[in-house]
Nanobody, 127 residues
Framework: VQLQASGGGLVQPGGSLRLSCAVS????????VAWFRQAPGKDREGVSC????????AYADSVKGRFIVGADYVKNIVRLEMMNLKPEDTGVYYC?????????????????????WGQGTQVTVSS
């Protein structure tokens, strides 16, 4: 499986960006795609995810109400709509995919769970 993230850039606080993750192929109903980010000098953190039999979604508390994740399974693209961006949203954003079944109530924002990773795309929020 190959993943490619794109759509990053420089945006002013309060602005919006749309990230895309192109997935080479999906294996089946248990596939989950997640977005992670890493700010300079900080650990990588989970931002949002989507997938599983019920196409569940999950968000980090810091982005709830501002970010929306969506998947187009015909085009094999997972998008992250980011609105009302803040300087603390700055970082390298990565998409990741896991095909194993997750038994929790929603997709996981656990870095160790995901086996397939794309390269990152830089998001900088600054005036």
């Amino acid at each position: 499986v190959q993943l490619q993230a794109s759509g990053g850039g420089l945006v002013q606080p309060g602005g919006s960006l749309r990230l895309s993750c192109a997935v080479s192929s999906f294996a089946g109903e248990y596939d989950v795609v997640a977005w992670f980010r890493q700010a300079p000098g900080k650990d990588r953190e989970g931002v949002s995810c989507i997938g599983g039999p019920e196409d569940s979604t999950a968000y980090a508390d810091s982005v709830k109400g501002r970010f929306i994740v969506g998947a187009d399974y015909v085009k094999n693209i997972v998008r992250l709509e980011m609105m009302n961006l803040k300087p603390e949203d700055t970082g390298v954003y990565y998409c990741a995919l896991e095909t194993r079944r997750w038994n929790g109530p929603a997709c996981p924002l656990l870095e160790v769970w995901y086996a397939n990773w794309g390269q990152g795309t830089q998001v900088t929020v600054s005036s």
